[in-house]
């Protein structure tokens, strides 16, 4: 795999990828597309089983809504339990055009704000149906309870995240994907109640079992006692989050992972624009080696709060006592129209040029001010402590420092992966039978997501989009019978157990943690919020010698019979390990700058991404071709009949 | 080594498995800075025990943000250690002294089995809230979001007892082993709105029999389940509870 430079040959915009968007008015697609579809009778439902991997705001929506329609559903989390996915950490909100506001917004207008906050990389038809569903998911949430904010006269609240002019996040204080999460957890558990989802909690899907082409099934560990099974179904719908956790640091929950996702893709589900990773903006600033994970202080925060650097780089006053001349307020100068509330991206990579040119803060350097001086003179401290307060409460956990009185110090950490496996209109993968929602796929976000968007699509896509082209693809296929005594499912779970014992066989020097750490650092550096050639190609090169290091002298301590928290983090590093490479490929692959993908090669005079359209306008999707090839990229070609794509100005 | 590192003495709960018998382990560990985190100051711990060729302590986690629920660790005696509104994840290292020893086991209660040294079983939870913590509303049959007004008060009140984690801190702090705080949390977020009141009297009654056949004890009042949750949920909840409860079954 050290032919880094030849992969533009092997791309193909392939027929193998075909986003089988149907044909009409953007308006009326799903709508055309649903009347289209075929059925399976309430009374034949209970006779097919859909494996659902992961109870996030995805996979719980998704296996709650086909259990009620009658489906036998199988549903597996690494958690204890299904309600601590990760989406439970969301925090701002989540965005809908129901225009309650009456400040202009419409379907057209969110679909339209998405498809160029996704700096034009999203495919427009199913930007168009997450734009029509976002109003359905709120009036579900509602009516299951979820306490979201309210008006005095008892109406729902709104308020305003980066990249759009209008105010449609609804929010549950600073809980909102808390919040939506036990509301599809609520909805979940009452079907395992009435005994159409059987929940295997504490299991980590470690393989998937095509029989004839077709995903049949699953392997997964009972991560309590390392017991390796197989389950069978008609179809599996894949819903385990984004793998931020490459770069070992990072907003993420120390289990998030990319294993489920990348065994998929090793049999055969293409892995698409792995290079678009979203580095938030607003984070705690990293402080040492010993650090675990980085901590989000929500986006939501910059509706009031003021970013800011001293001017001077060899200011050394306490922020208190910077008269204002002496203050670069560097959003509100360079973006007037949209100010501190830019989108991401650009939020971020505004952090890393003023810290770049020495102007940082903090011990550090690498941290600006995030500062409601302002905010409390204008709103009064009872305001912000209400909109915010158990943010500012968790930067004092953190920190000891208390931001009503001095700013807070914040600088960007990964946090959302937009790339994804790669699937069509239908949230299927190349694998037919595999369906892919949530963060786990590549379709909505293009190349930067916005704010308050992923719960937005995670619901969309398991509430709505996934129950209903399961059904139509159960119709269509009519799957014979398999059981998991077909001879694949004993493959599968022979090579899983080879696997374990391999990796506690090593008995190596290096823990599992010192090696994943060095991956992140690799990866931040070269992989992280400003790319070029030589660094990606350093990254590969420097990736895979890791590698090697890894599966020589790699230390997992403990039995696979047993509660193992080493073996499960160890295979997930593994997967890291071959994730990292693709996504530096990718990356140097892309020669352009668009949403989170900068590269140095590619920017204008004033420092701003620089798109080219003509040559990468295009998803990149990869083919996995065996351990010791390397990937083939193929090529999906994105087409804008709606939003004319354009530079994207926020000024 | 930094300056300001300390040097703790651990006595950490160990135990094989669910029928194994447990006992209290004496460690020492350097080093420990007063801004890391106690989960990271336990990684620091594993870490050094595996390149010891020692099986590190099983402990469980994820979110390290407070928000998820997974983590739980009685420290010196107290669920989720000495900061009040805090889970585990969120307690940092400044809050304990040079040499001071620390006693870490973990939420103890007849019906959350261990499952190794500090992880136990809370699938109990679970089982209460699918014996009635919904709504029963099916995908696609909601009507406008705004069709129902609710007032401000009862969506705040409403959204501080849905703050739960369900991380089973007031069941460790209680004397009784009572689930009351928890389960009270979740009727009382559906009491209060409109959306919930269908179903209240049936979901109370089905989610208070689920909560006492999974072995929990009663609710006597001693109020430790408020001073130890990390939400700060408000033993209001156990009272509204109750109420529930008789209005449904008189």
Redesign the interface.
Known sequence: MNDVTSQAADATASSVLNSRVPEGPIEDLWDNYQASMKLVAPANRRKHTVIVVGTGLAGGSAAATLGEMGYNVLNFCISDSPRRAHSIAAQGGINAAKNYRNDGDSIYRLFYDTVKGGDFRSREANVYRLAQLSNNIIDQCVSQGVPFAREYGGTLANRSFGGVQVERTFYARGQTGQQLLLGAYSALMRQVDAGTVTMHAHHEMLDLVVVDGQARGIVARDLNTGEIRTFAADAVVLCTGGYSPVFFLSTNAVNCNATASWRCYKRGAHFANPCYTQIHPTCIPQAGDYQSKLTLMSESLRNDGRVWVPRNADETRPPAQIPEEDRLYYLEETYPGFGNLVPRDIASRAAKQVCDRGLGVGTSGFAVYLDFEEAIQRLGRDTVAGRYGNLFDMYHEITAEDPYSSPMRIYPAPHYTMGGLWVDYDLMSTVPGLFVAGEANFSDHGANRLGASALMQGLADGYFVVPATVSNYIADTKPAAVTTAAPEFAAAESGIRDDVKKLLSIKGKRTVRELWWELGRIMWDNVGMARNASGLEAAISEIQGLREEFWKDVNVPGTPDEWNKMLETAARVADFMELGEVMARDALERRESCGGHFRDESQSAEGEAQRNDADFQHVSAWEYKGPDSAPTMHKEPLHFDHVKPGTRSYK | MASNAITVKLLIWRQS?PTAAGQLVPFTLENV?P???F??ML??L??KL??E?T??V?????????????CGLVINGIAHGP?S??ATC?V?M?SFRDGETIVIEPFRAASFPV??DL?V???A??RI??????????????????A?????AS??T??DA??C??CAACVAACPNASASLFTSAKIS??AL?P??RTEAGRRVVRMVEAMDAEGFGNCSNHGECEAVCPKEISIFNIGRMRREYLKAVL
């Open positions: 498995g800075l801004e890391m985190s989960l990271e990684d620091l594993n870490e595996v390149r060729g099986d590190p099983a402990i469980d986690s994820d979110c390290r943000e407070g928000i998820c629920g997974t900061n509104g805090a969120e940092r400044r499952i190794k992880v079983d809370r699938a939870f679970d809230m699918a014996a009635g913590g919904y709504v029963s509303i099916n995908t696609g049959s909601a009507p406008e979001a705004n129902i007004p609710v007032q401000r969506a705040e409403a959204m849905a703050s984690i369900g977020q559906y709105l959306q919930g």
